[in-house]
């Protein structure tokens, strides 16, 4: 790849090009996250002079039962939503990916919720949920069962990850899409010969051929499940504040933007932000083993 | 179609039949929401598909009850400055990244793609405490500056799209004297218009959805603040109250549905492109 040697008042324009870039990573990002955990030892609540607080924020961690339950969920949410967004979106991009009338309109269908507004179609699925009135009870009472409380303390966390995995299959079936797409058409037609099975082609050509995506797909999906918030907030969120299943990032929002408990917040934040980083260590790492096979 | 009819096996048929299903979860929310939507408040528990007695009722009276306008206005302002703010600064960056050689380039851009993984809510805390001590809490300018300091999806996909223009364009313009700042100008970003375009609908779409920033800097101002913050505050002040509710969700998913129909390719490219929602 060639590229040009930047001369003279040039290297200026490549600086001056550079320099949003640039206070975004030093400020934005990178300076934030030292921010975070800087903040992490101390207590503060904007209102008076931050008191260096050592390492309590996190000591008080393990004891905290709010914080154990965010954490037990958000682990929860994750195992729930990961493997059912891959598996799902792979799933309908390969019965996408076929000769099959009406495509297009198929396309825009399971494509629509990944566009839309969580908040505006969280106040859907809150009306598909009601207790009393909404659609899924009122199915239940045809048949006869009792109504289900699917936004209370019991089943939220299932109801919630149904929800958002509505709304990702969108963007990762695009991702497989392009991943099947770009699989040449001589290798089905080799096996074709051979008299391979529907099964045996899927399992020697396709997912051999899908695995980049199926990679890719999980570690995108794996960091956007411990960032879940719009859906949860919509939809567990109770009048008192609290949320009937509160995530990690619920409980950073409370205790940080609620109560102003920066000091709480940035250790609840710092955790989050290691569980993300050795979730990805661990998928590359596995990556990697799979490749040297 | 009738052709692709003809040419369906039976595997396509069991792949059709599964798909129809999926699209009725998929889709079937939705015509239930428009649904509810034209229902009168009378007929809100009516489990039938189809209104009795359709009507536009629960759009006018939301105006009534909320300034809705002003939350539209809100949301469309903050959402094309900082789509702008995105184009230009990520655009500017992978411009570099694609074609100037500088020490540090790789490491750099590195950097870039590794704060995919930081947690917005990391980020969040400080930027909260800085922003609330130079006064700015209470304002959109906290909604929209951040979006003035590049990107690392945007430029990865701005970067891709200019390695694909021949670097002869840029080195005879530049034999002819011309700064990077004209070749990024005249020749670049003109060039780019498919990418850009991809990429300004993905940006606008995400500021347009955002929840979370608008609840920590603007949580109940309804004047300045967000439609997806109205509407979070619409939904506690009106429980209950689905035909409204529904109406209200119409509303605030409309412009971006609206763009979703009119520009699907470049939808479907940004997200192929960047896997980003």
Redesign the interface.
Known sequence: ??????MG???W??L???L??????L???????L??LA?SFTDWD?LTSPVSAGLSNYADLPSDRLFMKALWNTLAFAALYVPMTVVLSML?A???N??????GW?R??????????????G??????Y?PD?G?LN?GLSLVGADSVNWLGPRMALYSVVIVNV?G????GM??F??GLQAIPKEFYEVTRLDGAT?WQRLRFVTLPALAPSIF??SV?TT??A??A??YI??LTRS?NGNSTMPTL?FS??RN??RFFR?GD??AQ??V??AM??LL?LIYFRIEKKWGEQ | ?GR??T??RR??WA??L??CL??V???G??V??LS?SLKPMAE??D?RLLPQQPTLGNYTRLFEIMPFHLLIWNSLKISLISTLGQLL??S??A??F?????PGRNI?FA??LV???????????????IF?TIGLYGTQAPLYI?S????AFG?FLMRQYF?TIP?EL??AA?MDGA???RI?FTIYLPLAKPALAAFAIIAF?VS??D??SA??YL?SDVDKTT??VG??LF??QYSGH?TL??A???I??AP??IA??MA?KQ??AG??MT???
Request: aromatic residues 16%; positive net charge; hydrophobic residues 65%.
């Open positions: 790849m060639g590229s040009l040697r930047p008042s040039e290297r324009w490549v001056a090009f550079l949003p870039t640039l206070a975004g990573l400020l934005a990002s990178f300076g934030s996250i921010a975070t903040l904007l309908i390969m019965g996408l076929r000769p099959i009338a009406g495509i198929f825009v269908m399971f494509f629509l919720p990944a566009v839309c507004s969580p908040t505006a179609t106040l859907l699925w809150q009306w598909i009601a009135s659609v009122a509505w990702a299959i969108g963007s695009i991702i899409l392009a529907a890719f797909q995108l960091i956007n411990f960032q918030f719009d907030f919509v009048g990032v950073i929002y940080g933007f920066m917040a940035a934040a710092i989050l932000t993300i980083l990805t | 179609m692709a009819m040419r369906m595997n396509d792949a059709f599964a798909l999926g699209a979860a998929m889709f929310p939705f239930w929401l509810t809100q528990f489990m600064t990520c500017m960056a411009f570099m694609a074609i100037v050689r500088f750099l950097l870039l704060t995919l993984m930081v947690p917005a809510q990391v980020t969040a805390i400080p930027q909260f405490i609330k951040p003035f300091l590049g990107g430029t390695r670097l840029a080195e530049r700064s990077l700042a990024f779409m347009w959805n929840l979370f609840l920590i949580p439609l997806t509407l979070a939904q506690q689905w509710m529904m209200a969700s119409i605030s998913m971006v549905v979703f129909f699907q939808f479907v997200m192929a896997g980003f929602k």
